[in-house]
């Protein structure tokens, strides 16, 4: 409104509000600091020519309530200041402003700390002085002009304060949920299920899943643990919780549900809903994050579960390029294998519809038609890198990710291929989204011996 020429008139308190957001700020003119108690003070008008002032002496005494203030903007035009030496309790150094106006971001804007009150407002000339800040702020009272409007996408790092809940108390944290109540729920890598209590603000273990977080292979890194999780739509009613982790016990990724009730994780609860086989021999690679969609649509991302570096001793390596070493023994560095097969839920984003009992049904739209002949139906995006954390948009259903990239740091096009890209995507149905064939703007790898 502001910025297809709006007008804008601030009274009094106008000033006491929107701490936080400095464009409102900036625009008021200031902040409210403090006032004293009401009482007889003089005003010295600075410019008589405006059409706020204009029938005002030189110098007016009035009782009111007089603000002091902070974060003054030094762009506006003062109309009046206060004699601070003519009452008790002002705080602006004597150089004190009452009264202003001035252009801002398209529109304009008058302000008046005057009008307390009740009796301003059977005073005329309180009363003329805020009908020239009215007539100020109309202007020509042209007809807007939104075509004007420039607020950028993302809101100003003044429009939002940081609230600390807990700090250095959290290891590797992976994913979190924030229950119907306000309390939040922290997956941490190696097993510990999280609990922030916000009646309290107290932060504790609610949980432990033994899970495969650590190897003691030399040479070999573990990304897996406890990957994902997600509260149920309805989990004010069925306090359902959806978990993916890597048992210890054996070479899998497992999404399954469990009840949390009384502030603690029931281990007994677990119904396991889908688990599919993850190479533990090398890095890398889990995805693992959980989001619900539309119509309780469960949608899980997992990584290709394959290597990302060059491999030990060998003169031909992959050197952060795609990873399409198809020669027999060497499979941990192809992802082809994983994310480009039709037939495996690596290196995918999968979306299913969780029944009451824990099953799952296949949603219309998914990439594959169940029943498809060497194919997997939960599979709803394929050619996925590392998706590692996802989110679907509730109004419309669109799935968004980031693709964490490769390594290269060099387009090699006359023999390799592209550079690494991480990829920030957008899925509105379900597609191949190119790894480990492509990357970036569709960027193809060559071929290489």
Not at 94 to 117: E, K, Q
Not at 417 to 426: H, I
């Amino acid at each position: 409104y502001i910025q297809a020429g709006g007008g804008f008139v601030g009274i009094h308190s106008a000033t006491d509000g929107e701490y936080d957001w400095g464009w409102y700020s900036r625009l008021v003119g200031g902040q409210f600091e403090s006032h004293p108690k009401q009482q007889d003070a003089v005003l010295k008008v600075i410019d008589q020519t405006h059409a706020s002032t204009k029938h005002l002496p030189a110098e007016w005494k009035r009782k009111d309530e007089w603000y002091n203030f902070k974060k003054l903007n030094p762009d506006v035009k003062v109309l009046i200041k206060i004699d601070e030496t003519s009452y008790e309790g002002g705080k602006n150094n004597n150089d004190h402003p009452m009264a202003w106006y001035h252009d801002y971001d398209g529109g304009r804007a008058f302000y008046t700390a005057l009008g307390h009150t009740d009796e301003s407002y059977m005073e005329e000339n309180f009363l003329k002085h805020l009908l020239g800040g009215i007539q100020y702020a109309m202007g020509d009272n042209k007809k807007l002009n939104y075509s004007k409007a420039k607020s950028v996408r993302a809101p100003e790092e003044d429009r939002f304060t940081k609230t600390v809940l807990t700090e250095g108390t959290l290891f590797e944290p992976t994913e979190m949920t924030i229950l119907p109540n306000f309390d939040i729920l922290v997956a941490q890598r190696r097993g510990e299920l999280m609990h922030y209590k916000s009646a309290d603000k107290s932060f504790r273990q609610a949980g432990f899943l033994n899970v495969y977080f650590k190897t003691n292979t030399k040479g070999v890194n573990a990304e897996e643990g406890f990957l994902g999780l997600q509260a149920d739509p309805d989990f004010a009613k069925n306090h359902f919780v959806y978990i993916f982790y890597s048992p210890i016990d054996t070479s899998v990724n497992r999404l399954s549900r469990f009840k949390f009730e009384n502030d603690t994780l029931d281990m007994s609860s677990e119904k396991i809903i889908l688990q599919f086989y993850s190479q533990r021999e090398i890095c890398c690679h889990t995805g693992g994050s959980i989001a619900f969609g539309p119509n309780r649509e469960l949608y899980l991302s997992a990584g290709d579960n394959s290597t990302p570096f060059d491999e030990p001793g060998q003169p031909f390596v992959n050197r952060g390029f795609g990873p399409l070493d198809d020669r027999p023994g060497h499979e941990q560095y192809d992802a082809r294998r994983s994310a480009g097969n039709t037939n495996d839920l690596r290196g995918k984003i999968m979306r299913i519809r969780i029944n009451p009992d824990g099953s799952y049904d296949i949603p219309e739209g998914n990439l594959f038609p169940k029943g498809t002949a060497n194919t997997r139906p939960e599979i709803y995006v394929m050619g996925n890198r590392n998706p590692y954390r996802i989110s679907v948009d509730q109004k419309n259903g669109f799935l968004y990710w980031g693709e964490v990239g490769p390594d290269a740091n060099a387009d090699s096009t006359g023999t390799r291929g592209p550079r690494g890209y991480d990829e920030l995507n957008q899925a509105r149905k379900a597609g191949f989204f190119g790894w480990p064939m492509f990357v970036g703007n569709n960027y193809a790898y060559h071929e290489y011996d």
